[in-house]
C-alpha cells in the first residue's frame, strides 16, 4: 500500500539540505541560553483527515501510532533522546465552531484560528452567499501584539504553494491582524530568505550605514504622506491608511537590526520554481528551516506555516501511486474517500514530526528550543465530506513548561476556541478566557497542563 | 434563499441573481471544481425539485425570484430623474489600491520603460469580479514587497526622459526641484501640496551628499512609488453636488478614467485637461474616445475580459501530460494572446459588437496553435484576422483559452463550462451542491459518452433541477477537448451530441452545436445586461449595489440596446454616469 517510510524520509531530508546549507548559528544567543517565553508556531493542512488512521492507539500517556498511520512519525526518536509521542498532545474530540455565509471549507478555515465566522464580503460561499474575510483576529496575531515591541519580527507568516487556485481569497488566508485584515504569507523561500537575512549588513560597514541611511530618509517621506492622507479619506478608508502606517512603522523598527545582525546565515541558492506542482515538498522544507532559523536566530516569536490552502488541489507526486489526472487531486480525494487520503496525512504528519525534531536540535537553557515552543497543527475540516466533528487538531512542545505533553486526549466533543483560548494561556495571556464571536465562553481545555 | 427544495417551481430553481457577476476567478480549482454532481441525492440540502416545468422561452424575468433585470427595469420606468439627488443613490466608492496589473502598467508609463521589471507582489483581492483591492488593508509583507519593486522600479527608470535637465547640470537643486514638480505630478496623477513636494525634495536633500545626483533623483522616484499617494487611487472629491455627494476632483475623474480604459495612470493630456478644468461631460467622452483608439486601451480591454471569463488562472494552468503531451507554456501564453488579441480588436478595431465577440468565425491565433485549430496561418499577414475552419468556432467562447480553462486536468467538464456560461454570461449564481457528496465525475461505462454518463448520473430530478442549468449549456461545447481541440468523439471514444436545451433564461429552447449556442447568447438580452454588469463593475472597481445603482445601469442596458450592444459605445456611456464622475461621502 505504500512505500517504506524510512526511505521516503531520508529522500525529503535529501532534498531540503541539498538547498539550503544549515546550520544558521545564532551571534548573540550562541551560548545556549533560554531565550524567555515560549514561542508560537501554527501549522495548517488541507481537507480533513482520516479518522480511522489518525486515531493513535491507547490513551492518556500509554498511547502508540503503529506503522502506516497518519502519525506514525510520533514513534521515532528526537535530537535529545526523547521521542516525539513525549513532545505531543494529540486531540481528539474537538468541534470547529462555524459561522458566516461561506462554505463550511471557508468557515472552517477562518475558525480554525480566530474562532470566528466568516463575514459577509465578495467571494461565493456556499448556497451561493457571498463570504468575505473572517471576523476578527487569529490567535498567533492577538499574542504578537502582547509580545516585546522590539523583537524585530512580530510575526512571520510562512507558506508552500499558499495562494494555489485561489490567490488572495478566503481559501487562502488562516491569519489576520483583524476583520477584514487578513494576512499574506510568503510563499517564496527565496524571498523569505531575502527578506530575513540577506539584508543584514556589517555594523562596520559604512555602505551599510548609508543604506540605512537612505531608507530611513524614504520612510520619513512616506510616514508623512500617509498621515497627511489619513486625515482626509472617509472614516473606513482611514482605517486602511492606518494600517499601512503601522506596516511601514514595523519596517522602520529592524532598519536597526539590519545592521545590529543576529545570525551568521548560510547562502541560500535560488532556482527552483516555488510554484510548481512537484516542487512542493522542496519548498516545505525550505520553508521549514527557514522558521526554525527565524526562531533560533530571535527575529520573532510567532510563526505559521500554511502548507498549500483550504480546499487543496495539490497533486502529492511524490508519494507512490499519483498520475496527474483529476481523481489525483487532493480535494477530489477528499471527496472521494481515497486510499492514498492516508499517505497524504502521513506526510504531512512526518513533515509536522521534521519541524519538531528541527526544534528539538537546538539546545536551550536545560533543554531544547521544543520545550520552549507551543507547535499547533490544524486543518480546517475533520473529513473530506465537510464534517468538522474531530477536527485533527496535534500539539507539539513544551510550551516553556505551560503544557504537560506526551499524551493522547480525547475530549468528546469541545469547541475549537477553547483550544484557542489555551493556546494564548501558554503563550502568556491568561487573562483571556474567550476568544473569537464563535466562543460559547468556556475557558481553555482543561487537562492540558 | 429557498434551503429546502419545497414551494413554487421557480423558487426551487435556485437561480440565485449575482448582484456582484461572481466569479471564481484566480481560482484554478474554484467553486466550479466542486460544482459536480451529487450522488448521494438524498443529502441534497437546497437543491430544487428540478426545471419539470420551465418557463417559456422569451421571459427574461423567470424564475430567478427578482432578477436583476426585473429589478433595474422597475427602477428605470421611474426615469433618468431618478438616478440622482440622494446620496443613497450612489454607491459607496471605497478606497483602491493598484491591482497588480495596474503597478506594472503604471510604472512603465511613468517611468518611460518598454516593459515593466518582474515585480513580486501578492495577490489582489477581488471584488465584484475583478482585481480590486477595496476592503483588505496591505499587511507588512505587502508594504515590504512594495518597498523592493520600487527599488527595481526606480533602478530601471529612465531617467534622461525624466530629469528635465542634463545629468551634469551646474544648478542642481533647481532641476531637482524642477523634477519633483515634473515627476511628482505624475507620480501622484495630481500637482502636490507643498508639504508633499517638501517631503520629497528633503528625500533628495538628505541623500545627495552621500549619492551621486542621479541616485539621489532615484531615491525620490522610490520614494513616490510607495507613497499612497501613487499606491492608492485616491478620492476626496470636491463640491457637494447634493448633500452626501460631491463632484470629483478633475484630476480624481482624470484617474479614474485612465484606469478604467487604459489599467494605468493618465497621461499628459489628461492631466493638462484636468490642470484647465476643461474635462466636463462632453470633454470626457471625447477623451474617452481618444484613450480607447491609444493602443495602451488594450492593456485594459484584455484584462477585462481575461477576467471576465476568469482567464487569469491561464498563467498557472496544467493539464496532464500524460493526456496532452502536446501542451505546453508556449501553448498556454498562446491561447492568453490570442483572446487579449481577439477582443482588443473586435472592440478597438472590428465592429465593436458584443455579438462578435460571441460568434465571430475569425480569430488572431499565434502560429503556436495553428495545429489545435486545425488551421494554416501562414498566409495571412500578420496582425489579420485568420478565418478559422467553418462551422466549427464562434467567438470568445470557443477559443482554446476558454475551452482549456474551463476542463479538467485530463477531460472536458461539461459542468464547469456550463456554469460559466450561467454565470459569466447569463449573471445566473448556481448554489454549490451540498457538501455530502461524492463529487467525482462520473467515469463513462464502455461505449458511453461522458455526457451520457453524466444524464445517468443526475437521474435524480432533485440532483437535475440545479445541474440542467449548467449542464445543457456545457453540452454544447462538447465538441472541444480539455485544450480546446474539435473533436468529433469524446475521451470515451464515443460521438459527440453537442446539443441541449437552454432554460430559465430569455432564449429558452433546443440547439444543436457551440456556433448555434453561441448565437443564441449573443441574441439574450439577459447576456446583454450581464455584459453592461461586468463591465460597470470593471469601471468602478467594485460590486453593483443593486438598491444604488439599478437606475444608473438601466440606462446603460438602453444605450447598449441603441447601439446594437457596442462595447466601445458602452463605455463611454459609462464615463458620463453620475456615479462615474461623483463620489458619496457620508
Known amino acids: 500500500m505504500r512505500a517504506p517510510t524510512a526511505s521516503r524520509r531520508a529522500l525529503l531530508r535529501g532534498l531540503g539540505a541539498s538547498a539550503l546549507a544549515l546550520p544558521f548559528v545564532p551571534i548573540l544567543n550562541a551560548s545556549g541560553e533560554t531565550a524567555g517565553g515560549p514561542r508560537l508556531v501554527l501549522l495548517f493542512s488541507a481537507n480533513g483527515t482520516v479518522y480511522s488512521h489518525w486515531k493513535p492507539e491507547g490513551t492518556g500517556s500509554d498511547f502508540t501510532c503503529p506503522p502506516g498511520s497518519i502519525l506514525e512519525s510520533f514513534e521515532d526518536v528526537l535530537p535529545s533522546g526523547r521521542k516525539v509521542k513525549e513532545m505531543v498532545l494529540v486531540l481528539d474530540g474537538i468541534r470547529m465552531r462555524l459561522g458566516g455565509p461561506a462554505d463550511p471549507h471557508q468557515q472552517g478555515f477562518v475558525s480554525m484560528w480566530t474562532g470566528c465566522a466568516v463575514r459577509p464580503g465578495n467571494f461565493t460561499g456556499g448556497s451561493g452567499q457571498q463570504a468575505g474575510w473572517a471576523g476578527g483576529p487569529s490567535v498567533d496575531q492577538v499574542i504578537a501584539a502582547s509580545l516585546d515591541p522590539t523583537i524585530p519580527y512580530k510575526s512571520l507568516e510562512f507558506g508552500v504553494q499558499s495562494d494555489a487556485g485561489w490567490g488572495h481569497r478566503v481559501e487562502s488566508r488562516m491569519c489576520y491582524a483583524g476583520a477584514d485584515q487578513p494576512i499574506t504569507p510568503e510563499s517564496d523561500p527565496y524571498a523569505m530568505f531575502e527578506r530575513l537575512f540577506a539584508s543584514i549588513g556589517n555594523p562596520a560597514d559604512p555602505e551599510a550605514l548609508r543604506r540605512i541611511a537612505q531608507k530611513q530618509s524614504v520612510i520619513d517621506s512616506v510616514m508623512g504622506d500617509l498621515t497627511g492622507l489619513a486625515g482626509k479619506v472617509a472614516a473606513a478608508d482611514k482605517q486602511k491608511i492606518d494600517a499601512h502606517l503601522q506596516a511601514v512603522r514595523e519596517l522602520e523598527k529592524r532598519l536597526d537590526a539590519e545592521v545590529s545582525g543576529l545570525c551568521e546565515v548560510p547562502t541560500l541558492r535560488g532556482g527552483i520554481d516555488v510554484n510548481a506542482n512537484d516542487n512542493f515538498a522542496v519548498v516545505a522544507g525550505l520553508q521549514r528551516q527557514l522558521l526554525v532559523a527565524a526562531l533560533q536566530c530571535g527575529l520573532t516569536r510567532v510563526a505559521s506555516l500554511q502548507w498549500a490552502t483550504a480546499v487543496s488541489q495539490h497533486i502529492f507526486s511524490w508519494l507512490p501511486g499519483f498520475g496527474d489526472t483529476l481523481a489525483d487531486r487532493h480535494h477530489e480525494m477528499s471527496h472521494n474517500g481515497d486510499a492514498r487520503l492516508v499517505d497524504v496525512n502521513r506526510w504531512y504528519g512526518d513533515e509536522f514530526t521534521e519541524l519538531l525534531k528541527a526544534l528539538d536540535a537546538v539546545p536551550e537553557g536545560d533543554g531544547t528550543m521544543l520545550d520552549n515552543t507551543i507547535v499547533v497543527w490544524g486543518n480546517e475540516l475533520a473529513t473530506g465530506y465537510h464534517t468538522t466533528h474531530r477536527v485533527p487538531f496535534v500539539i507539539g512542545g513544551g510550551a516553556a513548561g505551560y503544557l504537560n505533553p506526551g499524551r493522547y486526549l480525547d475530549y468528546g466533543d469541545v469547541s475549537n476556541t477553547r483550544l484557542l483560548v489555551s493556546i494564548l494561556h501558554a503563550m502568556g495571556l491568561t487573562d483571556m478566557q474567550t476568544f473569537g464571536n464563535l466562543d460559547d465562553g468556556s475557558g481553555p481545555l482543561p487537562d492540558l497542563t | ?391 466549427q468556432r464562434a467567438g470568445l467562447l470557443t477559443q482554446a483559452a476558454v475551452l482549456a480553462v474551463h476542463a479538467h486536468p485530463d477531460e472536458t467538464s461539461i459542468v464547469r463550462r456550463g456554469k460559466l456560461l450561467r454565470e459569466n454570461l447569463l449573471c445566473q449564481v448556481v448554489p454549490p451542491p451540498p457538501p455530502v457528496v461524492d463529487n467525482t465525475p462520473p467515469t463513462p461505462e464502455p461505449g458511453e459518452s461522458a455526457r451520457d454518463a453524466l444524464e445517468r448520473h443526475r437521474d435524480d430530478p432533485a440532483c437535475s433541477g440545479c445541474h440542467i442549468l449548467m449542464d445543457e449549456l456545457g453540452v454544447g461545447l462538447e465538441h472541444y477537448d480539455a485544450i480546446g481541440r474539435h473533436r468529433t468523439e469524446d475521451e470515451t471514444g464515443v460521438a459527440i451530441d453537442a446539443s441541449g436545451t437552454i432554460a430559465a433564461s430569455d432564449v429558452n429552447g433546443p440547439y444543436v452545436g457551440a456556433v448555434e449556442l453561441a448565437a443564441r447568447l449573443a441574441s439574450s438580452e439577459r447576456v446583454h445586461h450581464c455584459a453592461v454588469d461586468h463591465w460597470f463593475q470593471f469601471a468602478h472597481g467594485r460590486a453593483i449595489d443593486r438598491a444604488s445603482d439599478a437606475c444608473r445601469l438601466d440606462e446603460l442596458y438602453g444605450g447598449f440596446t441603441s447601439s446594437d450592444q457596442n462595447i466601445a459605445e458602452l463605455l463611454v456611456a459609462i464615463v458620463q454616469t453620475d456615479a462615474f464622475r461623483q463620489l458619496r461621502r457620508d
Open chain 2, 1 to 391: 434563499m429557498n434551503r429546502v427544495g419545497i414551494g413554487t417551481v421557480s423558487s426551487a430553481m435556485g437561480i440565485i441573481p449575482t448582484t456582484s457577476g461572481w466569479r471564481g476567478g484566480g481560482s484554478a480549482y474554484g467553486l466550479s471544481g466542486r460544482l459536480v454532481l451529487a450522488t448521494a441525492c438524498s443529502l441534497v440540502i437546497g437543491c430544487y425539485h428540478g426545471l419539470d416545468q420551465p418557463p417559456a422561452a422569451g421571459d427574461a424575468n423567470d424564475s430567478s425570484g427578482g432578477g436583476t433585470q426585473g429589478e433595474a427595469s422597475e427602477e428605470g420606468e421611474t426615469g433618468v430623474s431618478a438616478c440622482e439627488g440622494s446620496p443613497e443613490l450612489l454607491a459607496a466608492a471605497p478606497l483602491r489600491r493598484l491591482s497588480g496589473e495596474q503597478y506594472a502598467n503604471t510604472v512603465v508609463d511613468l517611468l518611460l520603460l518598454d516593459s515593466p521589471p518582474v515585480f513580486d507582489l501578492p495577490s489582489d483581492e477581488q471584488v465584484g469580479g475583478f482585481y480590486s483591492n477595496s476592503v483588505a488593508p496591505v499587511d507588512e509583507l505587502t508594504v515590504t514587497k512594495y518597498v523592493t519593486a520600487s527599488e527595481q522600479a526606480a533602478a530601471a527608470a529612465a531617467l534622461d526622459g525624466l530629469r528635465p535637465c542634463p545629468a551634469d547640470v551646474a544648478d542642481e537643486t533647481a532641476c531637482a526641484e524642477a523634477f519633483v514638480d515634473s515627476f511628482g505630478r505624475r507620480a501622484y496623477r495630481r500637482p502636490l501640496a507643498a508639504d508633499e513636494r517638501t517631503r520629497l525634495l528633503q528625500v533628495y536633500d538628505a541623500n545627495r551628499a552621500d549619492s551621486t545626483f542621479d541616485e539621489a533623483l532615484r531615491l525620490v522616484i522610490q520614494t513616490a512609488l510607495q507613497s499612497p499617494n501613487f499606491l492608492y487611487m485616491v478620492e476626496i472629491g470636491t463640491d457637494e453636488v447634493t448633500p452626501g455627494v460631491r463632484a470629483l476632483g478633475a484630476y480624481e475623474l482624470a484617474t479614474r478614467l485612465s484606469y478604467f480604459l487604459w489599467n494605468s495612470m493618465p497621461d499628459d493630456r489628461l492631466l493638462d485637461l484636468a490642470d484647465s478644468g476643461a474635462l466636463d461631460a462632453d470633454q470626457l467622452a471625447a477623451e474617452a474616445r481618444r484613450l480607447l483608439d491609444d493602443d495602451r486601451a488594450r492593456r485594459a480591454i484584455g484584462s477585462f475580459h481575461l477576467q471576465w471569463l476568469e482567464l487569469s488562472r491561464l498563467e498557472l494552468l496544467e493539464k496532464s501530460q500524460q493526456r496532452f503531451p502536446e501542451y505546453s507554456p508556449a501553448m498556454r501564453d498562446a491561447m492568453r494572446a490570442e483572446t487579449v488579441a481577439f477582443v482588443d480588436h473586435v472592440v478597438r478595431h472590428g465592429d465593436g459588437s458584443l455579438a462578435t465577440l460571441l460568434t465571430a468565425e475569425f480569430s488572431f491565433p499565434p502560429a503556436a496553435l495553428w495545429g489545435l485549430y486545425g488551421i494554416d496561418g501562414t498566409a495571412v499577414p500578420e496582425g489579420d484576422p485568420v478565418p478559422l475552419p467553418p462551422g
